[in-house]
């Protein structure tokens, strides 16, 4: 199945030039979710891995269901002040806009293997910030992985620059 035309598409959302990749329609088809969960995942499946980041809010449904099937923990990095415990923190320049990330700081021991996942990455500079705040945990951060790829946007290849190993899977030309 096409997991492509599985995203529905949203011009000028959130703001006016934006073409906003809506994974919500993929997730709400149970063979397009599975679909991707299992392309996502496959990549690892010789791998250790010990946990799943995911980047709030989307790729806490797909970093779930990833962690699920590769038998690992999950790391939710979330928006500002949503932590209960202590965390670290981190701003980053969005597409639109700007942001922050936080993690607790006990997320993740040293050395632990930790797989990133969101649902798209356009410049990279959320996935960036959660690398940096993975780091700052300890975490070793082999890999990443995203549905969606903005090429255009180069983030993927500044994670790869970072000796991330990026997988996407699908890919969207211009914003
Ligand atoms: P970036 O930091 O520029 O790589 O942006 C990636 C983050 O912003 C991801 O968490 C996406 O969910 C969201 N995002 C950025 N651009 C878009 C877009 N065109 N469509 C949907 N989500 C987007």
Redesign the pocket.
Known sequence: MDLKAAIRTIPDYPIAG?????ITTLLGDAKAFRQCVDALVAPFADQKIDKVAG?EA??FILGGAVAHQLSAGFIPLRKKGKLPHKTIAVE?????GVDSLEMHLDGCGAGERVLLI??????????VAALQLLRQAGAEVPAAAFV?D?PD?G?ADKLRALNIDVSTLVSFGG?
């Open positions: 934006i073409m906003f990749r809506d980047i989307r790729g980053y320049a969005l597409e639109y969101d649902d798209l990455i356009a410049t990279g500079g959320t996935a969606v903005l946007l983030g914003h």
